[in-house]
Structure formats: C-alpha cells, structure tokens
C-alpha cells in the first residue's frame, strides 16, 4: 500500500511539474522593441535626463512617477509584455551590468527617426530631436545579441520563442516635414525612403535568427491633437465627420498601403519567417469614431482635448510642454485619448493592445496570450 502511495504522489508531482514546465509553450519568452516615443519605456530619458523631476506628470497615472515613458501610464509595449506573462521591457540604454534581460530588451527611443539625421541636413528640412535613428538602433541590438546567445544553433533556439518589433516608426520622419512643407502632397516623397529602410532593418534582424516580427503601421495622424493644431484649418471641408483632418489621414493610408506591400514581398522571399502588420491605423481611429463607446466622452466637443498641455480648442500649445509650470493636467486621463499633444493616454493605448493581441487588428494573428489585458 506505502509503495502505491508513493508512486502515485510521485506520479502526480512529475505530472504537475510537466505541467508548469510546459504553460502555454506556444507563447512568447521574449520581446525585443524597436521605435520612437510610442514605445521607449526609458531609452531618450536616460540619454537626455537621468534625474527626471520628480514632479513630472508623466507615469503618474500606473507608476506614480517618471519612468521614462512619454504616457502618464503604461504602453502598447508594456501591455503586450504583459499579456504574455513577461516582464516590462527594460531599456537598452538603463541596462546594468549582469542584468537579466533573458525576456527582451528595448531599442525604442523618443524623437526617433527611420532616416538618418543627414537626410534632414541635406534636405535643408526641420531636423529631428535626435540622431538616433532606425539603423542605430539595430547596430544596438546587434552589440547586444553576444549577450543573449553565443552561437547560431544557440540563437535559433533562443529567437524561435521571441517576437521582435520593427515600429511603430516613421511619424517622427514626416512630422519633420509636415513642418517643413506646406503642401501636403511633399510627404508622398519620403514614404519609400522610409518603407525601404523599415524593411532593410527587417531583412537584418531575420539574417539576426529573429522568426516571428511585427511590423507596425503608423497611426491616423490627421486625428492628432498636435497636428490638428499646427495645421488648424477654418475650412470645415478639411475635416471628416469625426473631426480629423482628412487629408493627413488619407496620406497615413497611403503610407500604410505602401508598408503593406514592402511586407508581403519579404514574406514572399523569407516563407519561414512569420511577418505580422499591426495595423494602428484601424485600431485607434475607431476611438475618435466612437469614443463614448470606449468611455472617453466627458464633454461636448472635447474628442481630441489634451489630458496635459495649455491653450487653444485641443488644450495644445506648442509652446507649453506637458509637465511645465504653465502646463495643466486633467483631473481624469482615463477618459481623454491624447495625453499631451503628440502622445495617447494609458487608457487609450491599453484598449489599443488589446485590439492588437485579442484581435482583429494583427494580421496574422499573434500568439494566444497567457494573461488578458487588464
């Protein structure tokens, strides 16, 4: 009977143990980001700020205080980190020395660029904050990989379970010329410029051993707080019936369409690399469409009112920066969808990832996640 026992006991441990080796093997064990400020979780502030005021109401809303995103709460890249039961991306630059970073890491820095800063100079056009762009990111992860996996054999097994982000990337490039050029039909020259660049730093990353990667259209840019009041316009036909301005969000469609068929040709020529579009186009434009839907309706005409900022119809002044003295912050962020201008809110990028990993805005579909998004 003692020897029944044990083997069942002994059954039963090796049973769970498999079991709890074995959850959800079909999920992601890592995530590496590339991108600007829609996904930097610290890189621009420990470039730029080590010692943030304390004082900021950037990361109020989760963390309670600066920490590096430009939100007051977490991004798409936090809850999908979240959502496969990893860790918060630590940034690249903020790594300590015998860190673990086993679950990923992230490139993605605020201000950045596809092209590189010479692009700028050369077209005698408005230059980007930074000179960290796409390309030097990837030479980031590249110093990185000897860290991660010694060699080949070891690295294929390592990135067959992790998921690599190319974007979003690329508002920075054309917010650089919307403030440059007056005529929108400018911005169509720089689109394949930039969609060639995306899918070279792609291309590198599958030479790298990355198998599954997403790559990210840009988002409606014409329902932007900023640039719906850099571009205000009196003439009401520049509109659409949701209050955006059409033509810069006809141009995003354009870029999108064009980054859509760059992807399908590299699926072609890599059929063992899985190559998802994130389409952010579609997914956050339907909060302007129906934000009392989502819970953001708090005011007549207020769809595109910054949470933080000061001045005109969208609370945005150029000229006041979000977490200066002159600067206000609205008393709940969790019903507006802009943060402070430029950037959404956590509310907004939450029901943004949720869009992304339960669908239907991932093409194909990404893994089934361990955690849904709360």
Same mark, same amino acid.
């Given at each position: 009977?003692?020897?029944?026992?044990?083997?069942?006991?002994?059954?039963?441990?090796?049973?769970?143990?498999?079991?709890?080796?074995?959850?959800?093997?079909?999920?992601?064990?890592?995530?590496?980001?590339?991108?600007?400020?829609?996904?930097?979780?610290?890189?621009?502030?420990?470039?730029?700020? +080590? @010692?943030?005021?304390? *004082?900021?109401?950037?990361?109020?809303? !989760? &963390? %309670?205080?600066?920490?590096?995103? $430009?939100?007051?709460?977490?991004?798409?890249?936090?809850?999908?980190?979240?959502?496969?039961?990893?860790?918060?991306?630590?940034?690249?630059?903020?790594?300590?020395?015998?860190?673990?970073?086993?679950?990923?890491?992230?490139?993605?820095?605020?201000?950045?660029?596809?092209?590189?800063?010479?692009?700028?100079?050369?077209?005698?056009?408005?230059?980007?904050?930074?000179?960290?762009?796409?390309?030097?990111?990837?030479?980031?992860?590249?110093?990185?990989? +000897? @860290?991660?996996?010694? *060699?080949?054999?070891?690295?294929?097994? !390592? &990135? %067959?379970?992790?998921?690599?982000? $190319?974007?979003?990337?690329?508002?920075?490039?054309?917010?650089?010329?919307?403030?440059?050029?007056?005529?929108?039909?400018?911005?169509?020259?720089?689109?394949?410029?930039?969609?060639?660049?995306?899918?070279?730093?792609?291309?590198?990353?599958?030479?790298?051993?990355?198998?599954?990667?997403?790559?990210?259209?840009?988002?409606?840019?014409?329902?932007?707080?900023?640039?719906?009041?850099?571009?205000?316009?009196?003439?009401?036909?520049?509109?659409?019936?949701?209050?955006?301005?059409?033509?810069?969000?006809?141009?995003?469609? !354009?870029?999108?369409?064009?980054?859509?068929?760059?992807?399908?040709?590299?699926?072609?020529?890599?059929?063992?690399?899985?190559?998802?579009?994130?389409?952010?186009?579609?997914?956050?434009?339907?909060?302007?469409?129906?934000?009392?839907?989502?819970?953001?309706?708090?005011?007549?005409?207020?769809?595109?009112?910054?949470?933080?900022?000061?001045?005109?119809?969208?609370?945005?002044?150029?000229?006041?920066?979000?977490?200066?003295?002159?600067?206000?912050?609205?008393?709940?962020?969790?019903?507006?969808?802009?943060?402070?201008?430029?950037?959404?809110?956590?509310?907004?990028?939450?029901?943004?990832?949720?869009?992304?990993?339960?669908?239907?805005?991932?093409?194909?579909?990404?893994?089934?996640?361990?955690?849904?998004?709360?």
């Amino acid at each position: 009977m003692k020897m029944i026992i044990i083997f069942y006991i002994t059954f039963a441990c090796n049973f769970l143990g498999n079991v709890i080796s074995h959850a959800n093997p079909l999920s992601y064990e890592s995530i590496f980001n590339f991108g600007d400020s829609i996904s930097d979780t610290g890189n621009a502030a420990t470039y730029y700020h +080590p @010692s943030m005021d304390e *004082n900021s109401p950037y990361g109020s809303t !989760y &963390f %309670k205080h600066p920490s590096g995103r $430009v939100s007051n709460g977490r991004l798409i890249i936090d809850f999908l980190a979240q959502a496969y039961g990893l860790p918060m991306l630590p940034a690249y630059l903020n790594l300590t020395q015998g860190q673990d970073i086993k679950h990923g890491v992230n490139f993605a820095f605020a201000g950045a660029t596809v092209l590189d800063i010479d692009y700028f100079i050369q077209k005698k056009l408005n230059p980007p904050s930074t000179n960290i762009s796409l390309t030097v990111q990837l030479d980031w992860f590249k110093k990185l990989k +000897p @860290s991660l996996c010694k *060699n080949k054999q070891e690295c294929d097994n !390592y &990135f %067959k379970n992790s998921l690599f982000l $190319v974007g979003e990337i690329g508002g920075n490039d054309i917010n650089a010329l919307i403030l440059s050029y007056n005529n929108i039909a400018e911005l169509r020259e720089i689109v394949p410029l930039i969609v060639e660049t995306i899918i070279n730093v792609t291309t590198e990353l599958i030479k790298e051993g990355a198998v599954e990667i997403a790559v990210p259209g840009n988002f409606p840019i014409g329902c932007n707080s900023a640039v719906l009041t850099i571009m205000n316009s009196d003439n009401k036909d520049d509109y659409d019936q949701f209050g955006c301005l059409a033509a810069y969000n006809i141009f995003i469609k !354009y870029y999108n369409w064009r980054l859509n068929q760059a992807i399908e040709t590299l699926r072609q020529k890599n059929s063992h690399v899985k190559i998802i579009y994130f389409d952010y186009y579609s997914d956050t434009k339907r909060l302007f469409e129906a934000p009392q839907q989502y819970g953001f309706y708090f005011g007549k005409n207020d769809t595109f009112k910054a949470c933080c900022g000061k001045g005109g119809p969208y609370n945005v002044d150029i000229h006041i920066f979000c977490g200066s003295s002159k600067a206000t912050v609205c008393s709940d962020p969790s019903k507006h969808i802009n943060w402070d201008g430029a950037h959404l809110t956590e509310a907004a990028y939450r029901l943004i990832a949720m869009g992304i990993v339960e669908g239907p805005f991932a093409s194909p579909s990404l893994k089934s996640p361990v955690f849904k998004i709360a």
